[in-house]
Protein backbone atom coordinates (compact mmCIF):
# COMPACT_ATOMS: atom_id res chain seq x y z
CA UNK A 1 0.00 0.00 0.00
CA UNK A 2 1.55 3.11 -0.93
CA UNK A 3 1.79 6.11 1.76
CA UNK A 4 -0.06 9.22 1.60
CA UNK A 5 2.90 10.78 3.09
CA UNK A 6 4.81 11.97 0.04
CA UNK A 7 1.95 13.45 -1.54
CA UNK A 8 1.35 14.80 1.38
CA UNK A 9 4.61 16.80 1.87
CA UNK A 10 4.96 17.64 -2.20
CA UNK A 11 1.57 19.23 -2.01
CA UNK A 12 2.58 21.60 1.01
CA UNK A 13 5.34 22.72 -0.88
CA UNK A 14 3.65 23.03 -4.09
CA UNK A 15 1.04 24.92 -2.47
CA UNK A 16 1.19 29.09 -3.36
CA UNK A 17 4.06 28.96 -5.51
CA UNK A 18 1.51 28.04 -8.32
CA UNK A 19 0.09 30.69 -10.67
CA UNK A 20 -2.45 32.13 -13.30
CA UNK A 21 -4.43 30.64 -16.16
CA UNK A 22 -3.69 30.41 -20.14
CA UNK A 23 -5.20 29.36 -23.41
CA UNK A 24 -3.86 25.88 -24.55
CA UNK A 25 -5.32 25.12 -28.22
CA UNK A 26 -5.27 21.84 -26.90
CA UNK A 27 -5.79 19.71 -30.35
CA UNK A 28 -2.65 21.31 -31.01
CA UNK A 29 -0.86 19.71 -28.90
CA UNK A 30 -1.86 16.28 -29.35
CA UNK A 31 1.47 15.58 -31.23
CA UNK A 32 3.13 17.50 -28.66
CA UNK A 33 5.97 15.95 -26.62
CA UNK A 34 5.49 17.17 -22.86
CA UNK A 35 7.45 19.80 -21.57
CA UNK A 36 8.67 19.32 -18.18
CA UNK A 37 8.57 21.62 -15.06
CA UNK A 38 12.12 22.04 -14.63
CA UNK A 39 13.01 24.84 -17.03
CA UNK A 40 9.95 26.70 -15.41
CA UNK A 41 10.60 29.97 -15.44
CA UNK A 42 9.11 32.47 -12.33
CA UNK A 43 5.49 32.60 -13.17
CA UNK A 44 4.47 35.58 -15.30
CA UNK A 45 0.85 35.22 -14.33
CA UNK A 46 -0.85 36.44 -11.62
CA UNK A 47 -1.16 32.99 -8.64
CA UNK A 48 -4.13 34.88 -7.47
CA UNK A 49 -5.93 34.13 -10.60
CA UNK A 50 -5.85 30.02 -10.08
CA UNK A 51 -8.72 29.18 -8.68
CA UNK A 52 -9.85 28.20 -5.46
CA UNK A 53 -12.71 25.97 -5.22
CA UNK A 54 -12.81 23.93 -8.02
CA UNK A 55 -11.13 20.91 -8.49
CA UNK A 56 -7.45 21.37 -9.81
CA UNK A 57 -4.35 19.10 -9.66
CA UNK A 58 -1.43 21.19 -7.58
CA UNK A 59 0.50 21.24 -10.53
CA UNK A 60 0.58 19.90 -14.17
CA UNK A 61 -1.78 19.50 -17.14
CA UNK A 62 -5.03 18.16 -16.38
CA UNK A 63 -7.58 16.98 -19.38
CA UNK A 64 -11.13 15.56 -19.69
CA UNK A 65 -13.03 12.90 -19.17
CA UNK A 66 -12.75 12.73 -15.44
CA UNK A 67 -14.14 8.87 -13.86
CA UNK A 68 -16.10 9.34 -10.63
CA UNK A 69 -17.19 6.22 -8.42
CA UNK A 70 -18.77 6.35 -5.53
CA UNK A 71 -17.83 3.54 -3.31
CA UNK A 72 -19.99 2.44 -0.52
CA UNK A 73 -17.52 1.00 2.47
CA UNK A 74 -16.83 -1.68 0.43
CA UNK A 75 -17.20 -5.08 2.66
CA UNK A 76 -19.74 -3.88 4.83
CA UNK A 77 -23.21 -3.30 4.35
CA UNK A 78 -24.10 -0.10 2.10
CA UNK A 79 -23.51 2.74 4.67
CA UNK A 80 -22.96 5.81 2.90
CA UNK A 81 -21.59 8.06 5.25
CA UNK A 82 -18.43 5.86 5.47
CA UNK A 83 -18.57 6.05 1.68
CA UNK A 84 -15.49 7.71 -0.74
CA UNK A 85 -16.08 9.50 -3.82
CA UNK A 86 -13.00 8.87 -6.37
CA UNK A 87 -12.09 10.69 -9.13
CA UNK A 88 -9.76 9.49 -11.82
CA UNK A 89 -8.62 12.22 -14.43
CA UNK A 90 -6.01 12.40 -17.15
CA UNK A 91 -2.73 13.99 -16.05
CA UNK A 92 0.70 14.70 -17.30
CA UNK A 93 2.92 14.17 -14.13
CA UNK A 94 6.03 15.68 -15.85
CA UNK A 95 4.09 19.17 -17.15
CA UNK A 96 1.59 22.00 -17.88
CA UNK A 97 0.98 20.78 -21.58
CA UNK A 98 -0.71 17.67 -23.30
CA UNK A 99 1.16 14.23 -23.02
CA UNK A 100 2.71 11.05 -20.92
CA UNK A 101 -0.72 10.88 -19.62
CA UNK A 102 -1.36 8.45 -16.55
CA UNK A 103 -4.69 7.98 -14.81
CA UNK A 104 -4.01 10.45 -11.24
CA UNK A 105 -6.21 9.76 -8.59
CA UNK A 106 -8.19 11.99 -5.95
CA UNK A 107 -10.66 11.21 -3.05
CA UNK A 108 -13.35 12.90 -1.38
CA UNK A 109 -16.06 12.48 1.03
CA UNK A 110 -18.26 15.35 -0.02
CA UNK A 111 -16.71 16.38 -3.80
CA UNK A 112 -15.19 19.62 -2.74
CA UNK A 113 -11.98 18.55 -0.09
CA UNK A 114 -10.19 15.69 -1.91
CA UNK A 115 -6.96 14.69 -1.41
CA UNK A 116 -4.33 13.52 -3.62
CA UNK A 117 -3.22 10.12 -3.73
CA UNK A 118 -0.52 8.43 -6.26
CA UNK A 119 -1.45 7.44 -9.87
CA UNK A 120 -4.12 4.66 -9.64
CA UNK A 121 -2.57 4.22 -13.89
CA UNK A 122 0.69 4.71 -15.37
CA UNK A 123 2.04 2.95 -18.20
CA UNK A 124 3.23 -0.16 -17.31
CA UNK A 125 2.40 -3.18 -20.06
CA UNK A 126 2.35 -3.60 -23.48
CA UNK A 127 -1.21 -2.53 -24.09
CA UNK A 128 -0.18 0.85 -22.75
CA UNK A 129 2.88 1.16 -22.89
CA UNK A 130 2.48 5.03 -24.84
CA UNK A 131 -0.52 5.96 -22.22
CA UNK A 132 -3.34 5.27 -20.35
CA UNK A 133 -5.96 6.74 -22.03
CA UNK A 134 -9.64 7.89 -21.26
CA UNK A 135 -12.34 5.22 -19.93
CA UNK A 136 -14.73 4.63 -17.19
CA UNK A 137 -15.45 2.33 -13.35
CA UNK A 138 -17.99 0.12 -13.19
CA UNK A 139 -19.06 -1.30 -10.00
CA UNK A 140 -19.44 -4.99 -10.59
CA UNK A 141 -22.20 -7.10 -8.92
CA UNK A 142 -20.09 -8.19 -5.76
CA UNK A 143 -19.05 -4.23 -4.96
CA UNK A 144 -15.99 -4.24 -6.13
CA UNK A 145 -15.25 -1.96 -9.31
CA UNK A 146 -13.39 -2.45 -12.64
CA UNK A 147 -11.93 0.07 -14.64
CA UNK A 148 -11.85 -0.08 -18.34
CA UNK A 149 -9.63 2.18 -20.15
CA UNK A 150 -7.82 3.00 -23.35
CA UNK A 151 -4.42 2.15 -23.38
CA UNK A 152 -1.82 3.25 -26.33
CA UNK A 153 0.08 1.06 -27.62
CA UNK A 154 2.23 2.00 -30.77
CA UNK A 155 3.54 5.70 -30.19
CA UNK A 156 3.93 6.20 -34.19
CA UNK A 157 0.26 6.20 -35.03
CA UNK A 158 -1.05 6.12 -31.30
CA UNK A 159 -2.66 2.80 -32.00
CA UNK A 160 -5.41 2.64 -29.19
CA UNK A 161 -7.26 -0.45 -27.66
CA UNK A 162 -9.01 -1.49 -24.83
CA UNK A 163 -7.80 -2.59 -21.18
CA UNK A 164 -8.97 -3.65 -17.88
CA UNK A 165 -7.72 -3.24 -14.58
CA UNK A 166 -9.11 -3.82 -11.11
CA UNK A 167 -8.12 -3.02 -7.43
CA UNK A 168 -5.59 -4.73 -5.98
CA UNK A 169 -7.04 -4.95 -2.42
CA UNK A 170 -10.40 -4.51 -2.69
CA UNK A 171 -11.30 -4.08 1.21
CA UNK A 172 -8.98 -0.81 0.76
CA UNK A 173 -11.73 2.37 0.80
CA UNK A 174 -9.37 4.40 -0.94
CA UNK A 175 -8.26 1.56 -3.77
CA UNK A 176 -4.90 3.14 -3.68
CA UNK A 177 -3.81 0.02 -5.74
CA UNK A 178 -4.74 -1.00 -9.40
CA UNK A 179 -3.59 -4.70 -11.17
CA UNK A 180 -3.91 -5.33 -15.25
CA UNK A 181 -4.38 -8.61 -15.48
CA UNK A 182 -1.85 -10.45 -17.97
CA UNK A 183 -5.35 -11.00 -20.88
CA UNK A 184 -4.81 -7.63 -21.31
CA UNK A 185 -5.85 -5.74 -23.72
CA UNK A 186 -9.79 -7.31 -23.94
CA UNK A 187 -10.72 -5.64 -27.04
CA UNK A 188 -8.84 -4.66 -30.06
CA UNK A 189 -10.01 -2.71 -33.07
CA UNK A 190 -10.73 -5.13 -35.67
CA UNK A 191 -13.42 -5.81 -38.23
CA UNK A 192 -12.71 -2.36 -40.22
CA UNK A 193 -12.50 -0.36 -36.97
CA UNK A 194 -10.06 2.37 -37.22
CA UNK A 195 -7.11 1.17 -34.61
CA UNK A 196 -6.00 5.35 -34.23
CA UNK A 197 -8.98 6.53 -33.62
CA UNK A 198 -11.06 4.24 -31.19
CA UNK A 199 -10.88 5.09 -27.78
CA UNK A 200 -12.62 6.16 -24.17
CA UNK A 201 -15.12 3.18 -23.10
CA UNK A 202 -17.73 3.99 -20.73
CA UNK A 203 -18.92 2.92 -17.54
CA UNK A 204 -21.10 -0.83 -18.62
CA UNK A 205 -24.44 -1.80 -17.76
CA UNK A 206 -25.70 -4.90 -17.50
CA UNK A 207 -29.10 -6.74 -18.97
CA UNK A 208 -30.97 -8.37 -16.63
CA UNK A 209 -32.35 -10.71 -19.36
CA UNK A 210 -29.43 -11.90 -20.72
CA UNK A 211 -27.04 -11.15 -17.59
CA UNK A 212 -24.51 -9.79 -20.16
CA UNK A 213 -22.62 -6.31 -19.94
CA UNK A 214 -22.61 -3.88 -22.49
CA UNK A 215 -20.21 -0.71 -22.87
CA UNK A 216 -19.95 1.93 -25.70
CA UNK A 217 -16.53 3.14 -27.35
CA UNK A 218 -15.98 5.69 -29.41
CA UNK A 219 -14.73 5.85 -32.89
CA UNK A 220 -15.08 7.69 -36.72
CA UNK A 221 -15.65 6.01 -39.64
CA UNK A 222 -14.52 7.78 -42.57
CA UNK A 223 -17.20 8.48 -45.29
CA UNK A 224 -18.16 6.68 -48.43
CA UNK A 225 -18.40 9.55 -51.16
CA UNK A 226 -15.16 12.23 -51.00
CA UNK A 227 -17.46 14.80 -49.78
CA UNK A 228 -19.11 13.61 -47.11
CA UNK A 229 -18.48 13.89 -43.52
CA UNK A 230 -16.81 11.27 -41.53
CA UNK A 231 -19.36 9.85 -38.74
CA UNK A 232 -18.92 9.73 -35.26
CA UNK A 233 -19.34 6.26 -34.00
CA UNK A 234 -20.39 4.52 -30.56
CA UNK A 235 -19.77 1.11 -31.25
CA UNK A 236 -21.61 -1.73 -28.69
CA UNK A 237 -19.51 -4.45 -26.90
CA UNK A 238 -21.22 -7.16 -24.90
CA UNK A 239 -19.62 -9.85 -22.51
CA UNK A 240 -20.77 -12.19 -19.98
CA UNK A 241 -17.36 -11.89 -17.85
CA UNK A 242 -16.01 -9.02 -18.26
CA UNK A 243 -13.13 -10.43 -19.99
CA UNK A 244 -13.92 -11.65 -23.25
CA UNK A 245 -15.97 -8.77 -25.30
CA UNK A 246 -17.45 -8.86 -28.73
CA UNK A 247 -18.79 -6.28 -31.01
CA UNK A 248 -22.45 -5.91 -31.52
CA UNK A 249 -23.28 -6.07 -35.67
CA UNK A 250 -24.65 -2.15 -35.55
CA UNK A 251 -23.54 0.28 -33.78
CA UNK A 252 -25.40 1.91 -31.10
CA UNK A 253 -25.42 5.38 -32.77
CA UNK A 254 -23.78 7.18 -35.35
CA UNK A 255 -23.69 10.96 -36.98
CA UNK A 256 -21.86 12.63 -39.24
CA UNK A 257 -20.19 14.62 -36.99
CA UNK A 258 -16.42 13.44 -36.77
CA UNK A 259 -14.42 11.76 -34.01
CA UNK A 260 -16.67 10.82 -30.96
CA UNK A 261 -14.61 10.88 -27.66
CA UNK A 262 -15.60 9.70 -24.29
CA UNK A 263 -19.42 9.12 -25.27
CA UNK A 264 -21.39 8.87 -21.86
CA UNK A 265 -25.03 6.85 -22.36
CA UNK A 266 -27.24 6.71 -19.40
CA UNK A 267 -31.21 6.12 -18.18
CA UNK A 268 -32.91 9.14 -16.39
CA UNK A 269 -36.16 9.43 -15.11
CA UNK A 270 -39.04 10.91 -17.53
CA UNK A 271 -40.93 11.92 -15.52
CA UNK A 272 -39.02 15.48 -14.24
CA UNK A 273 -37.75 14.27 -10.73
CA UNK A 274 -34.40 14.95 -10.17
CA UNK A 275 -33.88 11.64 -9.04
CA UNK A 276 -30.80 9.53 -11.04
CA UNK A 277 -30.99 6.06 -12.10
CA UNK A 278 -27.96 3.36 -11.78
CA UNK A 279 -26.69 3.24 -15.33
CA UNK A 280 -27.96 -0.56 -15.15
CA UNK A 281 -31.19 0.29 -14.69
CA UNK A 282 -33.68 -2.61 -15.18
CA UNK A 283 -35.64 -2.26 -18.39
CA UNK A 284 -38.96 -2.41 -16.27
CA UNK A 285 -40.34 0.08 -13.52
CA UNK A 286 -39.74 4.22 -13.66
CA UNK A 287 -40.65 5.53 -16.79
CA UNK A 288 -37.10 6.19 -18.76
CA UNK A 289 -35.20 8.02 -21.20
CA UNK A 290 -31.74 7.54 -22.22
CA UNK A 291 -29.05 10.47 -22.74
CA UNK A 292 -26.65 10.06 -25.17
CA UNK A 293 -23.57 12.23 -24.69
CA UNK A 294 -20.62 12.63 -27.14
CA UNK A 295 -17.23 15.03 -27.07
CA UNK A 296 -16.73 16.30 -30.76
CA UNK A 297 -13.02 16.28 -31.29
CA UNK A 298 -13.80 18.68 -34.40
CA UNK A 299 -15.71 21.09 -32.12
CA UNK A 300 -14.16 20.57 -28.78
CA UNK A 301 -17.89 20.91 -27.11
CA UNK A 302 -20.05 18.24 -25.39
CA UNK A 303 -23.43 18.01 -27.32
CA UNK A 304 -26.09 15.59 -26.17
CA UNK A 305 -29.58 14.17 -27.33
CA UNK A 306 -32.21 12.70 -25.47
CA UNK A 307 -34.14 9.80 -26.99
CA UNK A 308 -34.73 6.24 -26.36
CA UNK A 309 -32.62 2.59 -25.81
CA UNK A 310 -34.17 -0.10 -27.85
CA UNK A 311 -32.81 -3.23 -25.97
CA UNK A 312 -33.78 -5.68 -28.33
CA UNK A 313 -32.01 -3.71 -31.47
CA UNK A 314 -29.34 -2.70 -28.90
CA UNK A 315 -29.79 0.87 -30.80
CA UNK A 316 -30.47 3.87 -29.27
CA UNK A 317 -32.46 6.49 -31.32
CA UNK A 318 -32.70 10.34 -30.47
CA UNK A 319 -36.43 11.93 -30.38
CA UNK A 320 -35.73 14.54 -31.97
CA UNK A 321 -35.22 13.36 -35.53
CA UNK A 322 -32.59 16.55 -36.18
CA UNK A 323 -31.28 15.97 -32.76
CA UNK A 324 -27.70 15.19 -34.06
CA UNK A 325 -27.46 17.90 -35.94
CA UNK A 326 -29.74 20.68 -33.81
CA UNK A 327 -26.82 20.49 -30.67
CA UNK A 328 -28.27 20.71 -27.22
CA UNK A 329 -25.07 21.29 -25.41
CA UNK A 330 -24.54 20.60 -21.93
CA UNK A 331 -22.40 23.83 -21.42
CA UNK A 332 -22.21 26.85 -24.33
CA UNK A 333 -18.91 27.52 -22.79
CA UNK A 334 -15.75 26.12 -21.89
CA UNK A 335 -16.47 22.24 -20.90
CA UNK A 336 -15.64 19.23 -22.73
CA UNK A 337 -14.75 15.41 -22.09
CA UNK A 338 -17.54 15.52 -19.54
CA UNK A 339 -18.45 12.36 -17.47
CA UNK A 340 -21.76 11.26 -15.26
CA UNK A 341 -21.42 8.81 -12.62
CA UNK A 342 -24.61 7.67 -10.36
CA UNK A 343 -24.68 8.53 -7.01
CA UNK A 344 -26.23 5.81 -4.73
CA UNK A 345 -25.94 7.64 -1.69
CA UNK A 346 -28.06 10.50 -2.73
CA UNK A 347 -29.68 9.03 -5.74
CA UNK A 348 -28.44 11.24 -8.06
CA UNK A 349 -26.98 11.54 -11.22
CA UNK A 350 -23.88 13.98 -11.16
CA UNK A 351 -22.20 15.37 -14.39
CA UNK A 352 -18.82 16.21 -14.41
CA UNK A 353 -16.52 18.56 -16.95
CA UNK A 354 -13.09 19.43 -17.62
CA UNK A 355 -12.30 23.31 -18.58
CA UNK A 356 -8.61 24.08 -20.42
CA UNK A 357 -7.31 27.01 -20.22
CA UNK A 358 -7.69 30.28 -22.33
CA UNK A 359 -4.85 32.04 -22.20
CA UNK A 360 -1.30 31.09 -24.28
CA UNK A 361 0.73 27.39 -23.74
CA UNK A 362 3.23 29.70 -22.98
CA UNK A 363 1.62 30.58 -19.84
CA UNK A 364 0.79 27.51 -18.52
CA UNK A 365 4.37 26.36 -18.99
CA UNK A 366 5.04 29.31 -16.93
CA UNK A 367 2.73 28.77 -14.17
CA UNK A 368 3.12 25.35 -14.48
CA UNK A 369 -0.45 24.46 -14.38
CA UNK A 370 -3.15 24.14 -16.98
CA UNK A 371 -6.92 23.07 -16.58
CA UNK A 372 -9.53 22.35 -14.06
CA UNK A 373 -13.13 20.48 -13.62
CA UNK A 374 -16.01 22.67 -13.45
CA UNK A 375 -18.54 22.18 -10.44
CA UNK A 376 -20.21 18.83 -10.49
CA UNK A 377 -23.92 19.35 -11.56
CA UNK A 378 -26.81 17.14 -10.45
CA UNK A 379 -28.18 16.42 -14.11
CA UNK A 380 -31.93 15.23 -14.81
CA UNK A 381 -34.55 15.38 -17.33
CA UNK A 382 -36.65 18.28 -17.40
CA UNK A 383 -40.39 17.38 -17.50
CA UNK A 384 -40.88 18.62 -21.20
CA UNK A 385 -38.44 15.29 -21.70
CA UNK A 386 -36.52 18.03 -24.29
CA UNK A 387 -33.49 18.94 -22.55
CA UNK A 388 -31.62 18.23 -19.17
CA UNK A 389 -31.46 20.43 -16.20
CA UNK A 390 -28.10 20.75 -14.48
CA UNK A 391 -27.72 22.68 -10.98
CA UNK A 392 -24.54 22.66 -9.01
CA UNK A 393 -24.16 20.10 -6.32
CA UNK A 394 -25.88 20.93 -2.53
CA UNK A 395 -22.26 20.02 -1.09
CA UNK A 396 -20.94 23.38 -2.68
CA UNK A 397 -23.08 25.66 -0.68
CA UNK A 398 -21.05 24.46 2.83
CA UNK A 399 -18.32 26.81 1.11
CA UNK A 400 -20.05 29.68 1.61
CA UNK A 401 -19.11 32.37 4.26
CA UNK A 402 -20.43 35.85 4.23
CA UNK A 403 -22.81 37.37 2.51
CA UNK A 404 -24.95 40.64 1.26
CA UNK A 405 -28.67 40.90 -0.22
CA UNK A 406 -30.19 43.11 -2.37
CA UNK A 407 -34.26 43.26 -2.75
CA UNK A 408 -36.50 44.70 -4.90
CA UNK A 409 -34.02 47.01 -6.67
CA UNK A 410 -34.69 48.17 -9.88
CA UNK A 411 -32.10 49.09 -12.33
CA UNK A 412 -32.85 51.77 -14.50
CA UNK A 413 -31.86 51.39 -18.61
CA UNK A 414 -28.03 52.60 -18.42
CA UNK A 415 -27.41 51.72 -14.87
CA UNK A 416 -25.33 49.61 -13.15
CA UNK A 417 -25.78 49.37 -9.06
CA UNK A 418 -22.42 48.00 -7.14
CA UNK A 419 -22.87 44.56 -4.77
CA UNK A 420 -20.77 45.97 -2.05
CA UNK A 421 -19.74 44.59 1.39
CA UNK A 422 -17.94 41.52 0.35
CA UNK A 423 -14.93 39.92 -1.95
CA UNK A 424 -15.93 38.49 -4.94
CA UNK A 425 -13.08 36.98 -6.24
CA UNK A 426 -14.28 33.99 -5.06
CA UNK A 427 -18.44 33.89 -4.52
CA UNK A 428 -21.48 32.06 -5.63
CA UNK A 429 -23.88 34.91 -6.82
CA UNK A 430 -27.87 33.94 -7.30
CA UNK A 431 -30.11 36.50 -8.57
CA UNK A 432 -33.66 36.76 -9.55
CA UNK A 433 -34.53 39.31 -12.05
CA UNK A 434 -38.03 40.94 -13.07
CA UNK A 435 -38.20 42.85 -16.31
CA UNK A 436 -41.06 45.35 -15.97
CA UNK A 437 -42.13 45.05 -19.73
CA UNK A 438 -41.37 43.17 -22.93
CA UNK A 439 -42.70 45.48 -25.36
CA UNK A 440 -39.42 46.65 -25.86
CA UNK A 441 -38.07 43.28 -26.83
CA UNK A 442 -35.63 43.75 -29.78
CA UNK A 443 -36.68 41.93 -33.56
CA UNK A 444 -34.61 38.55 -33.74
CA UNK A 445 -32.49 38.95 -37.31
CA UNK A 446 -33.36 35.64 -38.85
CA UNK A 447 -29.92 35.07 -40.17
CA UNK A 448 -28.93 34.62 -36.37
CA UNK A 449 -32.30 33.10 -34.61
CA UNK A 450 -30.27 29.67 -34.67
CA UNK A 451 -26.62 30.99 -33.96
CA UNK A 452 -26.62 32.01 -30.41
CA UNK A 453 -22.95 32.14 -30.46
CA UNK A 454 -22.72 34.83 -33.77
CA UNK A 455 -25.52 36.40 -32.26
CA UNK A 456 -23.91 37.02 -28.48
CA UNK A 457 -20.61 38.23 -31.02
CA UNK A 458 -23.04 40.94 -32.61
CA UNK A 459 -25.31 42.19 -29.66
CA UNK A 460 -22.62 41.65 -26.98
CA UNK A 461 -22.85 43.65 -23.36
CA UNK A 462 -22.21 46.65 -24.48
CA UNK A 463 -24.63 46.83 -27.60
CA UNK A 464 -27.61 48.55 -26.12
CA UNK A 465 -30.60 46.66 -26.22
CA UNK A 466 -34.53 46.44 -25.51
CA UNK A 467 -35.56 44.20 -23.02
CA UNK A 468 -31.63 43.64 -21.77
CA UNK A 469 -28.71 43.05 -21.98
CA UNK A 470 -29.01 43.01 -17.98
CA UNK A 471 -27.43 40.79 -15.73
CA UNK A 472 -24.22 40.68 -13.86
CA UNK A 473 -20.60 42.32 -14.80
CA UNK A 474 -18.38 40.11 -12.58
CA UNK A 475 -14.67 40.21 -11.85
CA UNK A 476 -14.87 43.83 -12.51
CA UNK A 477 -12.12 46.29 -11.84
CA UNK A 478 -13.04 49.51 -9.79
CA UNK A 479 -13.54 51.61 -12.62
CA UNK A 480 -14.88 49.13 -14.94
CA UNK A 481 -12.48 48.83 -17.36
CA UNK A 482 -11.97 44.99 -16.76
CA UNK A 483 -15.36 43.35 -16.74
CA UNK A 484 -16.86 39.91 -17.93
CA UNK A 485 -20.41 40.23 -18.32
CA UNK A 486 -22.77 37.65 -18.14
CA UNK A 487 -26.24 38.66 -18.97
CA UNK A 488 -29.28 37.82 -20.58
CA UNK A 489 -31.11 39.62 -23.77
CA UNK A 490 -35.39 39.07 -24.85
CA UNK A 491 -36.40 39.36 -28.29
CA UNK A 492 -39.56 38.94 -29.65
CA UNK A 493 -41.20 35.85 -30.69
CA UNK A 494 -40.00 34.34 -33.81
CA UNK A 495 -42.49 34.09 -36.63
CA UNK A 496 -45.09 31.31 -36.03
CA UNK A 497 -44.16 31.18 -32.12
CA UNK A 498 -45.62 33.36 -29.05
CA UNK A 499 -42.88 32.94 -27.23
CA UNK A 500 -40.22 35.38 -26.52
CA UNK A 501 -36.84 34.39 -27.36
CA UNK A 502 -34.28 34.50 -24.50
CA UNK A 503 -30.63 34.62 -25.04
CA UNK A 504 -27.75 33.84 -22.44
CA UNK A 505 -24.51 34.98 -23.04
CA UNK A 506 -21.15 35.13 -21.41
CA UNK A 507 -18.99 38.26 -23.11
CA UNK A 508 -15.74 38.33 -22.02
CA UNK A 509 -14.40 40.90 -24.38
CA UNK A 510 -13.82 43.68 -21.59
CA UNK A 511 -12.43 40.45 -19.37
CA UNK A 512 -8.26 41.79 -19.04
CA UNK A 513 -6.34 44.41 -20.41
CA UNK A 514 -4.13 41.51 -21.42
CA UNK A 515 -4.11 41.18 -25.19
CA UNK A 516 -3.13 37.58 -25.72
CA UNK A 517 -6.16 35.98 -24.43
CA UNK A 518 -8.77 33.37 -26.07
CA UNK A 519 -11.86 35.62 -24.92
CA UNK A 520 -14.82 33.95 -27.37
CA UNK A 521 -18.65 35.00 -26.75
CA UNK A 522 -20.37 32.34 -25.61
CA UNK A 523 -23.81 31.75 -25.89
CA UNK A 524 -26.83 29.95 -25.64
CA UNK A 525 -30.80 30.01 -26.02
CA UNK A 526 -32.92 29.47 -22.77
CA UNK A 527 -36.14 27.84 -23.61
CA UNK A 528 -37.96 29.24 -20.94
CA UNK A 529 -41.08 31.52 -20.90
CA UNK A 530 -40.68 34.54 -19.30
CA UNK A 531 -44.08 36.09 -20.34
CA UNK A 532 -44.08 36.75 -16.67
CA UNK A 533 -40.66 38.84 -16.63
CA UNK A 534 -38.58 36.42 -14.70
CA UNK A 535 -35.46 34.62 -14.88
CA UNK A 536 -32.88 33.63 -12.95
CA UNK A 537 -28.99 33.76 -12.93
CA UNK A 538 -26.56 31.83 -10.81
CA UNK A 539 -22.79 32.58 -11.14
CA UNK A 540 -19.99 30.91 -9.34
CA UNK A 541 -17.04 33.10 -9.61
CA UNK A 542 -13.62 31.90 -8.95
CA UNK A 543 -10.39 34.09 -9.99
CA UNK A 544 -10.29 32.42 -13.49
CA UNK A 545 -13.62 30.95 -14.21
CA UNK A 546 -16.90 31.83 -14.21
CA UNK A 547 -19.47 29.24 -14.67
CA UNK A 548 -23.24 30.39 -14.71
CA UNK A 549 -27.10 28.81 -14.69
CA UNK A 550 -29.58 30.33 -16.35
CA UNK A 551 -32.97 29.89 -15.79
CA UNK A 552 -32.66 27.23 -13.07
CA UNK A 553 -29.67 25.44 -14.96
CA UNK A 554 -31.55 25.13 -18.41
CA UNK A 555 -28.97 27.11 -19.97
CA UNK A 556 -24.84 26.73 -18.41
CA UNK A 557 -22.13 28.53 -19.51
CA UNK A 558 -18.98 28.01 -18.65
CA UNK A 559 -15.92 30.56 -19.19
CA UNK A 560 -11.97 31.41 -17.95
CA UNK A 561 -11.09 34.97 -17.66
CA UNK A 562 -7.92 36.80 -16.90
CA UNK A 563 -8.48 39.72 -15.33
CA UNK A 564 -4.87 41.86 -14.43
CA UNK A 565 -6.68 44.32 -12.81
CA UNK A 566 -9.97 42.68 -11.04
CA UNK A 567 -7.95 40.35 -8.98
CA UNK A 568 -8.21 39.47 -5.25
CA UNK A 569 -9.53 42.35 -3.36
CA UNK A 570 -9.69 43.90 -6.17
CA UNK A 571 -12.45 42.05 -8.18
CA UNK A 572 -15.73 43.15 -7.65
CA UNK A 573 -19.42 42.91 -8.83
CA UNK A 574 -22.58 44.39 -10.47
CA UNK A 575 -25.84 44.53 -11.47
CA UNK A 576 -26.12 46.05 -14.67
CA UNK A 577 -28.90 47.02 -17.16
CA UNK A 578 -28.06 48.09 -21.27
CA UNK A 579 -31.90 48.23 -22.17
CA UNK A 580 -34.41 50.12 -22.75
CA UNK A 581 -36.88 48.36 -19.85
CA UNK A 582 -36.49 49.00 -16.45
CA UNK A 583 -35.41 45.10 -14.84
CA UNK A 584 -35.91 44.72 -11.10
CA UNK A 585 -33.65 42.86 -8.97
CA UNK A 586 -35.73 40.85 -6.64
CA UNK A 587 -33.22 39.65 -5.13
CA UNK A 588 -29.26 39.21 -5.22
CA UNK A 589 -27.77 37.30 -2.69
CA UNK A 590 -23.98 36.61 -2.94
CA UNK A 591 -21.51 34.97 -0.96
CA UNK A 592 -17.76 34.91 -0.34
CA UNK A 593 -16.93 31.15 -0.89
CA UNK A 594 -14.22 29.47 1.11
CA UNK A 595 -11.24 27.36 -0.09
CA UNK A 596 -11.69 23.22 0.67
CA UNK A 597 -8.98 21.35 0.98
CA UNK A 598 -7.70 21.04 -2.99
CA UNK A 599 -5.54 17.70 -3.43
CA UNK A 600 -3.68 18.32 0.33
CA UNK A 601 -3.29 15.18 2.00
N1 LIG B 1 -8.18 12.93 -24.56
C1 LIG B 1 -7.82 11.61 -24.10
C2 LIG B 1 -8.64 10.71 -24.87
C3 LIG B 1 -9.91 11.45 -24.98
C4 LIG B 1 -9.49 12.90 -25.11
C5 LIG B 1 -6.36 11.44 -24.10
C6 LIG B 1 -10.41 13.85 -24.44
O1 LIG B 1 -8.80 9.41 -24.38
O2 LIG B 1 -10.52 11.03 -26.11
O3 LIG B 1 -5.91 12.20 -23.02
O4 LIG B 1 -9.93 14.40 -23.29
Redesign the pocket.
Given at each position: MRALGSVALAWLLLLHQLAGASHVV?ENL?ETEAATTEAVPPSIVDPLLRTGYHFQPQKNWI???AVNLFIRDLGRAPMYYKGWYHLFY?YNPKGAV?GN?VWAHSVSRDLINWMALEPALEPSIASDKY?C???SATILPDGTPAIMY?GVNRADVQY?VQNVAYPRNASDPLLREWTKPAHNPIIVPEGGVNGTQF??PTTAWRDERDGRWRLLV?SREEARGAAAAPRGVAYVYRSRDFRRWARARRPLHSARTGMW??PDFYPVTADGRRAGLDTSVSSSGTRVKYVLKN?L?LRRYDYYTVGTYDRRKERYVPDDPAGDERHLRYDYGNF??SKTFYDPAKQRRILWG?ANESDTAADDVAKGWAGIQAIPRTVWLDPTGKQLMQWPIEEVEALRGKSVTLKNRVVKPGQHVEVTGLQTAQADVEVSFEVSTLAAAERLDPALAHDAQRLCAVKGADVAGGVGPFGLWVLASANREERTAVFFRVFRPARGNNKPVVLMCTDPRKSSLNPNLYQPTFAGLVDTDISNGKISLRSLIDRSVVESFGAGGRTCILSRVYPSLAIDKNARLFVFNNGKADVKVSRLTAWEMRKPLMNGA
Open positions: YLNGNQWIGWSGTQRDGECSDYAW
